[in-house]
Structure formats: structure tokens, C-alpha cells
């Protein structure tokens, strides 16, 4: 840990820092109380919100780029699961509770598949259409046509 005041802040160049900086968890950190950091190019990572409101919006596209989470926990507790760890669940309650940051890690690797969809059916058979925010509609046309004409 290293006391901020010790910094001399009007050196520091960006990409040159020698140090790694944490807000920690707790109720108006914008990420939450949780975060799930996985690897994928893209710096995508999963987490929890203090603006629960969002989740009754029609349109939610306020974020980064990460993925926001309703209930959180709840993940940690299909992850424990499928990890067969259940005292996983009593560590990450622990830390929430102390407000500490904590890392933990998997057993096993946990497959993680993302997808960005602008139309579905949902469980009715109804179709949902949403709009293309990311904008990846036209390029992912645009291949499916080349692969048609092949």
C-alpha cells in the first residue's frame, strides 16, 4: 500500500506508472462489490452496479463495455457450485461483509461464451429486436453474404 500523498502526481506520464491502483469495493464504487475478471482481448469483465435503477430501463446501453450484473452473488454461487466448492460462497460473503478487497481464483478454467444479440426469440416464441448499438449488424451481414457466395 502506498500512501498517495508520497506521489509525485505532476511527474506521472500515463502508461509510465509504477503502480497499480484499486478503488476498493464498497456501495458507490461504480463497479460494485464484485467484479469478475476473466482473459479475453477485449478488457471485458463482469460486475456488480450501485445503480440498480438501470435494470428497470428499457434501453441500458450506459456502460464501458463491460457487463453489468443484477445480483451478482448469485453468480458466485453457480460458480461455487459448478466448481464443487461451496465454501467459496462463505469466503466471498466474508469479504463483502469485511468491505475487503479480495481475489479469487477458479479450481478449473470456467468456459465463458459472450454473445451480442439484436434479435431473439424469447421463451414466448415472440421475437425481440433491439437496436445495434455496437453497430456489428451490417458486418456480420455483410460475411454471411460472402459465405453464402462461396
Keep these: 500500500m502506498v500512501d498517495p500523498s508520497t506521489i509525485d502526481w505532476a511527474s506521472v506520464k500515463p502508461y509510465q506508472f509504477d503502480h497499480f491502483m484499486v478503488k476498493l469495493p464498497h ?17 471485458v469483465y463482469v460486475h456488480d452496479t450501485p445503480y440498480q435503477q438501470w435494470f428497470n430501463e428499457p434501453v441500458r446501453a450506459a456502460s464501458h463495455g463491460c457487463i453489468r450484473l443484477e445480483d451478482p452473488f448469485s453468480l458466485a454461487k453457480l460458480i461455487a457450485e459448478e466448481q464443487g466448492v461451496e465454501s467459496l460462497m462463505d469466503n466471498v460473503i466474508s469479504a463483502r461483509d469485511l468491505r475487503e478487497s479480495k481475489t479469487f481464483h477458479l479450481k478449473e478454467p470456467l468456459p465463458i ?38
Design 27 to 43: 456501495d458507490k464504487n461504480p463497479l460494485g462489490k464484485v467484479k469478475y475478471l476473466f482473459p479475453n482481448p477485449h478488457a
Design 113 to 150: 461464451h459472450l454473445v451480442y444479440w439484436t434479435a431473439w426469440a424469447d421463451e414466448n416464441g415472440r421475437i425481440n429486436f433491439r437496436n445495434d448499438i455496437y453497430r456489428r449488424d451490417a458486418r456480420d451481414t455483410q460475411s454471411l453474404s460472402q459465405l453464402a457466395s462461396l
